[in-house]
């Protein structure tokens, strides 16, 4: 089974900044195309920002220039720097691990940001 441990979550106020972290395992990170979705309260999941193995990046427009993510391949570990954080921002943040081929999917158990205005 696929495990994806997240971490990092949290309170802050608006303008501020969290980094958010999710580990695999070595042959996960090593195949998978890793994801950050977000979730707020009464709207669907979407996609925050994603980076495949080969390094490419996609973004949701409305944290371009302000959010970035990379992985670091001695720790297994993607990371999502969340900077000039907006009250908007605040969701159930969950890591995704995808198959660049079959699309499997696997998810994280969710982080909680709540940016205060």
């Known amino acids: 089974q696929v495990q994806l441990v997240e971490s990092g979550g949290g309170l802050v106020q608006a303008g501020g900044s969290l980094k958010l972290s999710c580990a695999a395992s070595?042959?996960?990170?090593?195949?998978?195309?890793m994801a950050w979705y977000r979730q707020a309260p009464g709207k669907q999941r979407e996609l925050v920002a994603s980076?495949?193995?080969?390094?490419?990046?996609d973004w949701a427009d409305s944290v371009k220039g302000r959010f970035t993510i990379y992985r670091d391949s001695t720790k297994n570990t993607v990371f999502l720097q969340m900077n000039s954080l907006k009250p908007e921002d605040t969701a159930v943040y969950y890591c995704?691990?995808?198959?660049?081929?079959?699309?499997?999917?696997?998810w994280g158990q969710g982080t909680q940001v709540t940016v205060s205005s």
């Open positions: 995704s691990a995808r198959h660049p081929l079959t699309q499997n999917n696997y």
């Open positions: 980076i495949t193995t080969s390094g490419s990046r």
């Open positions: 070595r042959v996960i990170f090593s195949i998978y195309t």
